[in-house]
């Protein structure tokens, strides 16, 4: 057994499997893969990595296998699937997903050939753990799947807790320790037991908070934009492909990102902090559905013609399209009165949080700041944006407003 310190969780007990994986190379790239990649440029001290975060979930997950009272190879092959859920990360986390996505068909939780070959492969193979069964947990699969990957997951209660804590923001706190004694099986479902409304209000209150003042700042979203752009224009000129992208650390992708002349100018922004403006601040109301909906190679051609009405150069002008709000956390499942509810039609303060994200919802066009007036001037002609007054605009009418009016 190996006892690590942790930040969160104080002491986590590694065992069995998890022991043998930990050493894995697989698994120690994780320790140059930042969890909240851009947003250290926000909050300095941000700089937790994929390596601690999986450290988490593992200890969340044997709690709650404990508590379940399962154990021998079953509880073996959900441990190591904890441990091994962002193995298929790729370098700062999410930022680059979608850019990978497009060009290998997988998301980072797709590690059926990742887990079957290596030392990962030769360790689960060692330990009587089929390979292909501990992927299948990973993205989410089967009964113990829910626990790894779902609604109620572990992942999410390390994250919002680890997040706060390295970010320095109160918003993320939750009580994991009585979330993770009160998850049960229902027919096969996860759901938390009863009296525990308020519990899975947690949650999303947490999630609301973190999005727009962590994961969705505005210099972080700009920093995210800035970097996927300048990895793109690395793949587009075959300095790298995506298979390879996708093994590649933090570390990695900086150096390649300066050593290349097409991307050096973007990496010195990177290193510098010198970083794009907002030419425009859109809310969702403002934005024609087309332009909400717009797909990876519309986007690329909006940005293209708002180049050229502004008379500036195609890497001038950033246009960042979030998707739709959304609220999955919405379909935890809780029971009430003895019977299996959705926490969407339990309870009022959903509707409150979902209309907060609605508020919250923002188009964003980026510049550098010596030509962003043009720029935002061509953005809102060439999207028909329905701006009245200032194109860039802070509005507090978001979600603390609106949970203001709920509480009223």
């Not at 590690?111 to 360790?123: C, F, I, K, P, R």
């Amino acid at each position: 057994m190996k006892i690590i310190k942790d930040s969160v969780h104080d002491h986590i007990e590694i065992d069995g499997v998890a022991r043998a994986l930990l050493d894995t190379p697989a698994m120690q790239r994780l320790r140059e893969v930042r969890q909240l990649g851009t947003v250290s440029l926000v909050y300095p001290s941000a700089n937790h990595t994929r390596f601690e975060h999986s450290l988490g979930v593992y200890h969340l997950a044997c709690e709650a296998l404990e508590n379940f009272g399962v154990e021998g190879l079953e509880a073996e092959r959900v441990r190591a699937a904890a441990l091994l859920h962002d193995v298929g990360h790729g370098p700062f986390s999410h930022n680059l997903e979608t850019l990978t996505y497009r060009r290998t068909g997988r998301y980072h939780d797709d590690v059926h050939e990742l887990l079957a070959s290596g030392q990962v492969g030769d360790v689960l193979r060692t330990h009587d753990l089929d390979p292909d069964d501990v992927a299948d947990l990973v993205a989410g699969g089967g009964r113990f799947g829910q626990v790894v990957s779902g609604e109620l997951d572990v992942d999410r209660m390390d994250y919002l807790v680890r997040d706060a804590h390295h970010t320095g923001v109160p918003y993320g706190t939750i009580d994991h320790g009585r979330l993770v004694r009160e998850l049960t099986f229902v027919d096969g479902e996860l759901v938390l037991g009863e009296g525990n409304v308020q519990t899975a209000e947690s949650l999303l209150v947490a999630r609301a908070l973190m999005n727009p003042t962590v994961y969705n700042h505005s210099v972080a979203r700009i920093s995210k934009a800035m970097l996927r752009q300048a990895t793109r224009a690395l793949l587009e000129a075959g300095a790298v492909d995506a298979a390879t992208l996708q093994r590649m650390d933090d570390h990695d992708l900086i150096v390649a990102l300066r050593s290349h002349e097409v991307t050096s100018e973007l990496s010195r922004r990177l290193d510098e902090r010198d970083l794009y403006k907002r030419a425009v601040w859109a809310e969702i109301d403002d934005v024609p559905g087309g332009i909400v909906e717009a797909d990876h190679e519309s986007i690329r051609a909006f940005e293209r013609e708002i180049s050229d009405e502004a008379a500036v150069e195609e890497e001038s002008v950033i246009l960042d399209v979030p998707g739709r709000p959304s609220m999955k956390e919405s379909t935890t499942r809780v029971m009430v009165n003895g019977e299996v509810r959705r926490l969407g039609y339990q309870s009022p303060l959903v509707d409150a949080l979902r209309a907060a994200q609605y508020s919250q919802w923002r188009l964003g066009v980026y510049s550098p700041a010596d030509v962003r007036e043009r720029v935002g001037r061509a953005a809102v002609d060439v999207l028909g944006l329905d701006i009245d007054g200032p194109l860039v605009s802070e509005s507090r009418t978001g979600l603390y407003a609106t949970l203001d009016q709920f509480l009223e």
